[in-house]
């Protein structure tokens, strides 16, 4: 198993890679909540905070996870650079990577757009979400969340809800909880279902009642309407009807079962407020505490690959 130096996607990922990851990711969780957060592993080495769609979450918590290894920080605003001159993606890399880069964070609406890059610059490239295909480091900060609360990942049953089919979210979380022996469930309108779910082992259904069946974890999804060409939905208000999650919903589900989501919500849409902001059952605040801890684990690991290749 060679070391990789970047960081691209969940799908070709070992279980003992994962494993490492989330078990690092820990120690920063704790580390964080006892205040001790100042390190100077990275010290000295530049990380370029490069997105190309809007980010809450995950470019803010690259930011403070770079912070506190000790990193430089830089957050190129990609709206007032000179890609609005017309420097294309591969240009702008070459420029920050004549900057002696050493991490680039990398977001884009194009899938592969943080691959083809990895094979032009010399920093250790993060994907941060690129279109369709995957967002690694939010799938590893879900896997930490629930392992925190349920001590395991193996022999769960996790139903994935909603919009499947353009969720780069959906995508790493299938691979990376399916490698590490959960069962996952995909549950959604058949417009937003993915084409060749089945063949990959997992269980489709339709209905949300029966999707929800007994199962550990409910985790719901954005309506990515950025990414879709048609009418795919027919309103807001009906899909919440058919594929919301409220109270009466996750009753079906296991009684202990919990609820997570990804971020941004939107309320009344795919998610009822009652149920995302319930602390006995949501998990939702608790993933972005995780993904400061997972994505200073994950540059830990990368910053230092990148240290004994200078
Ligand atoms: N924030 C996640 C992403 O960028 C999910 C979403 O936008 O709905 O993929
Ligand atoms: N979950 C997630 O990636 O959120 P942002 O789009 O706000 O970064």
Redesign the pocket.
């Known amino acids: 198993m060679q070391p990789q130096r970047h960081l691209l996607a969940i799908e070709g990922m070992y279980p003992p890679e994962i494993g490492q990851l989330l078990d690092l990711a820990e120690s920063y969780a704790l580390l964080n909540r006892s205040g001790k957060t100042q390190r100077d592993l990275l010290r000295g080495r530049t990380l370029i905070n490069l997105f190309f ?6 470019r803010t918590s690259f930011e403070l996870a770079g912070k506190r290894l000790g990193a430089d920080v830089i957050n190129m605003s990609v709206s007032a650079s000179s890609v609005n001159k017309g420097e294309t993606l591969l240009d702008t890399a070459a420029t920050l990577n004549a900057m002696q880069c050493d991490l680039l964070v990398v ?1 884009h609406d194009q899938s592969g757009a943080p691959a083809l890059l990895a094979q032009k610059v010399d920093a250790a490239v993060i994907n ?2 690129d279109g369709t295909h995957e ?1 690694p480091t ?1 799938a590893l900060l879900d896997a930490l969340t629930i392992r925190r609360r349920r001590g395991r990942l193996d022999g769960l049953t996790v139903a994935i809800c909603g ?1 499947i089919a353009h ?3 959906a995508r790493s979380n299938i691979y990376l909880l399916t490698t590490m022996g959960a069962a996952v469930r995909l549950v959604g309108p058949p417009t937003l279902m993915p084409a060749g779910a089945e063949r990959l082992g997992l269980q489709v259904f339709h209905d949300m009642d029966a999707g929800l069946e007994g199962v550990d974890i409910v985790m719901m ?4 309407r ?1 990414r879709m060409t048609r009418g795919l939905v027919p309103s807001a208000r009906e899909f919440f009807r058919f594929y919301g999650l409220d109270a009466a919903r996750l009753a079906r589900a296991r009684p202990d079962a919990l609820v997570m989501h ?3 919500m939107n309320r009344g849409v795919e998610i009822d407020s009652a149920v995302a902001d319930d602390p006995a059952r949501s998990l939702i605040r608790e993933q972005v505490e995780m993904g400061v801890a997972v994505r200073m684990a994950v540059l830990d690991v990368l910053g230092r690959r990148q240290i004994r290749n200078v």
């Open positions: 769609e809007d980010s809450t979450r995950t977001r941060a979400g967002h939010q919009d969720s780069r979210v999804l954005r309506l990515q950025e990804p971020g941004p």
